[in-house]
């Protein structure tokens, strides 16, 4: 079972020398070995809105706060699947994605979080951040919230009316628009 | 792993099926928002009504210092001698700018203001008669009314310091005025608005200035028990009263030479001369109070301040002092000398340069300086 990301280290040790590539095959027996016993106690499986069925490894899910209490405090059933009906598949699997590289990814993160970033627009940042905010997760929520920061503070008024979607409702403008660091401190 | 849990559902709908149906409720515009920094979120109170009332709102400007608690973008803010003129300068410009003279936002006032004390982006200024101060936080450009400080024509503020207690969430300012024959010590609390007099100093600090950190202001001075030893006394904004904070166990503190306090990272710190191995060294206190949580930031080999008062007058070594200023994550110090100039060095590579700064002779007190949208009631 469960092959993906560890496959890939398979292949990408191949071209080692066959006593190296033994030993790391060995390593990955045992590791496997150690995650499927886990999983076949633990293992949760989640329901997105879509209707499609994720299983989880317990790893993951200890980042997802709020289906984590679901299982500690409600006795939840673990042979059904937690319906999410907040979030879609495709959300899910970016979740999981992102939840999995911050947790294993200890060389490249900074460069998966850019790759990360790249992929989304800015419907599909909302999007990802509403659902972390719902799952309660909160190495997600941070990189998304300065994802944003860094997306808008340079910006004006109006885009930040077009990206947020916002009605301007301010009729007097100019008085609450004050520059930042100058001017004098007299009185008025 | 991922093959199975991620990767395994291929029901993903392509492309946006309601490209404006996520629309962020406010507590996740509060938590963005938390992030921006303070020039930019003045600009954004004019998007809508309610990220105006949001972006005012006391408690999202506290939430908001506590986020940028470890800014990048500190300030340096003096007043001008003999010119009634506050400025400002970015750290980050102050130390690109080796080959060009630093620039300066200039702030110009009517009356001449000295700055008592900065804290959480507000400072607190006091006119050049002593007789009345303000508060002014020059982010969001606001400004208390003034207060008077009962300071008459033959007295005097010597000793003072400005801080913020949140036990009773107001800031508060310490003025020791004095004449030749008497001295009042006393405490005036902004939003109360009202001066308390309290205990005089059980010592006699060596620099007027208290150096705010972790809820006390912070001075040193010689020990009561004994003049060869240093010691810092604190005043503790909470409770109002004094109390002494160990230095450096490490060594003898005789052989230090005029230590002198600033905060840097949040933490007090101590910068002495010293006179055996002819360096400054700056000790940081990682843990307020804790005496073995002190650790030494930086070593500064002995240099000439001024090369002119030097030569003609080598007992004026006896005098030098450095006060640390800012440091960079990559070790980069900026320190003030006594003679009012500003150096910048450079611990990895150990080069020490004079900073030259446009036009300002004469930078009267500098003071660390954090943005903020602190507006207290006062």
């Not at chain 1, 150690?34 to 317990?58: G, H, N, Q, W, Y």
């Not at chain 2, 009345?132 to 450009?141: D, E, G, H, Q, Y």
Request: hydrophobic fraction near 40%; proline fraction near 5%; charged fraction near 25%.
């Amino acid at each position: 079972m469960v092959i993906t990301a560890k496959g890939k280290e398979i292949l990408e040790i191949a071209e080692e020398p066959e006593y190296v590539m033994l030993a790391k095959v060995e390593d990955l027996k045992m590791d496997m070995l150690r995650i499927v016993e886990e999983e076949e106690i633990k293992k949760i499986r989640l329901k997105t809105s879509d209707e499609a069925t994720f299983e989880v490894e317990p790893s993951i899910l200890k980042e997802m706060k709020r289906v984590q209490s679901l299982i500690n405090t409600e006795a939840i059933d673990t042979s059904v699947a937690i319906p999410l009906p907040n979030i879609t598949s495709r959300n899910l699997s970016r979740i999981i994605d992102f939840c999995w590289e911050h947790q294993y990814n200890t060389e490249n993160l900074e460069e998966f979080k850019g790759r990360f970033l790249k992929s989304l627009n800015h419907q599909e940042l909302k999007e990802l951040l509403l659902a972390a905010n719902y799952l309660n997760i909160k190495t997600l929520f941070d990189f998304l919230c300065n994802s944003f920061t860094d997306l808008i503070q340079n910006e004006s008024p109006e885009f930040i009316r077009d990206f947020f979607n916002i009605l301007n409702d301010t009729n007097s403008v100019k008085s609450m628009h004050a520059p930042a660091f100058q001017g004098s401190i007299d009185d008025d | 792993m991922l093959g199975s849990t991620g990767k395994m559902p291929k029901l993903a709908p392509t492309g946006d099926e309601s490209p404006s149906s996520a629309v962020l409720p406010e507590e996740l515009i509060w938590e963005i928002l938390l992030r921006v920094p303070v020039r930019s979120l003045v600009q954004f109170r004019c998007v809508c009504k309610s990220w105006n009332s949001l972006i005012s709102d006391p408690q999202f400007a506290k939430d908001h210092l506590r986020t940028t608690a470890t800014d990048p973008n500190q300030r340096l803010v003096s007043s001008l001698m003999g010119n009634p003129k506050i400025v400002s300068f970015s750290v980050q410009s102050l130390i690109q700018s080796l080959s060009s003279p630093a620039r300066a936002r200039r702030f110009s006032m009517s009356d001449k203001f000295h700055i008592l004390g900065s804290c959480n982006g507000l400072l607190c200024l006091c006119d050049i008669h002593q007789r009345c101060i303000r508060l002014w936080n020059p982010s969001i450009r606001f400004r208390s009314k003034r207060f008077p400080t009962g300071v008459t024509p033959d007295t005097g503020i010597t000793h003072h310091g400005f801080g913020y207690d949140h036990l009773t969430d107001s800031y508060k300012l310490l003025v020791a005025v004095e004449d030749l024959n008497e001295k009042v010590t006393k405490v005036y609390t902004f939003g109360e608005n009202s001066w308390k007099v309290i205990q005089n100093f059980p010592c006699r600090p060596t620099r007027w200035l208290g150096k705010f950190v972790s809820g006390t202001l912070n001075w040193i001075a010689k020990a009561a028990a004994s003049d060869d030893q240093w010691v810092i006394l604190n005043f503790d904004l909470g409770n109002e009263s004094y109390g002494e904070v160990l230095l450096p166990q490490e060594g003898d503190c005789n052989k230090f030479c005029n230590p002198v306090l600033n905060v840097l990272r949040g933490c007090l710190c101590v910068c002495f001369y010293d006179s055996k191995e002819a360096r400054w060294v700056v000790w940081l206190m990682k843990e307020y109070g804790v005496q073995h949580s002190w650790t030494k930031l930086v070593m500064i080999p002995h240099f000439i301040q001024d090369p002119w008062i030097e030569c003609q007058h080598s007992f004026f070594r006896w005098y030098h002092s450095l006060e640390p200023l800012a440091i960079t994550e990559n070790g980069i110090i900026i320190l003030k000398t006594n003679f009012s100039k500003v150096v910048i060095y450079n611990s990895i590579d150990g080069k020490l340069n004079y900073l030259r700064i446009r036009g300002e002779h004469g930078l009267h007190d500098l003071h660390s300086y954090h943005e903020s949208l602190v507006f207290p009631p006062c």
